[in-house]
């Protein structure tokens, strides 16, 4: 929905477009000048419908005689009210909503140079300061932009004033002191073209600090999603506060560089992170690839899940798929590298507690027995090789090969029944 249709209807008048709507200043100040020129327009013709109904009734109640000043000042308004009503409709035109301060003039001029033509051609047109200083403080407090077309406004509804007068040849002045008339005029039309000028520049600021404000905040909203998933930065970005779910049952990979340790003590720092980075990386790629979630790395170990945030039946294949994918990254890298690569991994299933913890550098973890488990899997596996749980090879059983290691002794856990995954049929 474009900003302009957003804002063309009547039950908006009085909400002015938001600026995250619009990428530069002029786009936003012209929708909003268009959007608050239909509100003046429809208070101009909610007045001059009430002017004209009661005009209406005293030229009735007098007879309604052509030449009468109720009369013709009935009429002058009955223009001026369908003036207003065509210029209402005009600014939902392309050519309305793309040059609003035509529209801010013609608004002027309908309300001070229709109802300001004289009523007799035989006597002088004395200067309407009041209709003068309702029309313009109300422009300016309405629709206080475009402070040029304000003073092009003012000076054309004076220019009529003295040229109607000259056709009357009559003296402009009439009523009124010269250097009086002048004095309010300069000062009429001084204060309210400043009061748009002022308002306008302050809006404009408004207006960039908004904009500062917002990229700002879409940066910080980039930087969350990047460091939680997806879906949980949407809802601590929506609702923030504590964040915990409890899943039923989910799959969970740890994976370390076996003997990382004393290669990194031998070799200068930078080479060390180069090589983390371009491991931990490709393992990054896997992950996106098969649609499990990055929990974090610790040193250099990598932990991942399938089944959070969101849950998913094939939880334990895409957990093995990707298991299989990084051995053979490790495979194809540990060619490229002199001292060889060697990766174990292991993996088990069950129910889990995920949620966000810190309050600056926000982690988005996983608690439970089966997270133990799972870094017990890798722990007491073997380099090169893939060791899952029972409860992970019931889940693998039919569509991997996998060959059973026997009963191993884990600390904390007791005797537990493993398995290598070696591949997938075909």
Not at 105 to 128: E, F, H, K, S
Not at 271 to 296: C, W, Y
Request: charged share 20%.
């Amino acid at each position: 929905m474009s900003p302009n249709r957003r804002f063309s209807n009547p039950l908006n008048l009085l909400q002015a477009p938001s600026s995250i709507l619009f990428n530069r200043y002029d786009q936003w100040r012209q929708a909003f000048v268009a959007h608050r020129l239909r509100l003046a327009f429809l208070l101009a013709v909610v007045y001059f419908s009430g002017w004209t109904s009661i005009l209406c009734i005293e030229a009735w109640r007098s007879g309604w005689v052509p030449d009468s000043v109720i009369v013709v000042r009935f009429w002058k308004h009955m223009v001026a009210l369908a003036l207003l009503v065509v210029g209402y409709f005009g600014l939902g035109t392309a050519q309305g909503k793309a040059r609003p301060n035509w529209a801010l003039i013609l608004l002027g001029w309908i309300a001070c140079i229709v109802t300001n033509y004289p009523n007799r051609w035989d006597q002088p047109m004395p200067p309407d300061l009041a209709g003068w200083n309702l029309m313009f403080f109300g422009a300016a407090a309405v629709v206080p932009f475009y402070w040029r077309s304000h003073l092009v406004l003012h000076f054309g509804s004076y220019a009529y004033h003295f040229l109607i007068n000259a056709v009357l040849q009559q003296s402009p002045f009439a009523e009124v002191d010269a250097s009086k008339l002048l004095f309010d005029m300069v000062w009429m039309s001084g204060l309210s073209a400043l009061v748009a000028c002022l308002y306008e520049r302050l809006s404009q600021q408004q207006f960039l600090t908004q904009q500062n404000l917002l990229r700002e905040q879409r940066r910080s909203q980039r930087l969350l999603i990047n460091v939680l998933p997806e879906t949980i930065a949407a809802r601590l970005i929506k609702r923030p506060g504590i964040i915990a779910d409890r899943h039923a049952e989910v799959t969970v990979l740890f994976a370390d560089l076996v003997d990382f340790t004393a290669f990194a003590s031998k070799v200068a720092p930078s080479e060390v992170v180069a090589l983390l980075n371009k491991i931990f990386s490709e393992f990054d790629e896997l992950v996106k690839h098969h649609g499990v979630e990055k929990i974090k790395t610790i040193g250099d170990a990598y932990m991942a899940v399938a089944g959070v945030p969101e849950s998913r039946d094939d939880h334990g294949p895409a957990i093995a798929n990707l298991a299989l994918d990084m051995q053979r990254a490790i495979a194809d890298l540990s060619n490229q590298h002199p001292q060889g690569l060697k990766l174990r991994i292991g993996i088990h299933t069950g129910p889990v507690i995920a949620g966000v913890l810190g309050l600056q550098k926000f982690s988005y973890d996983l608690w439970g027995d089966t997270v133990n488990t799972a870094s017990r899997m890798e722990s007491y596996g073997h380099p090169n090789r893939i060791q899952v749980s029972e409860e992970t090879y019931q889940l693998l059983q039919r569509s991997y090969r996998c060959e059973p290691r026997g009963v191993i002794d884990i600390k904390g856990k007791g005797h537990v029944k493993t398995y290598w995954l070696w591949d997938r049929f075909s």
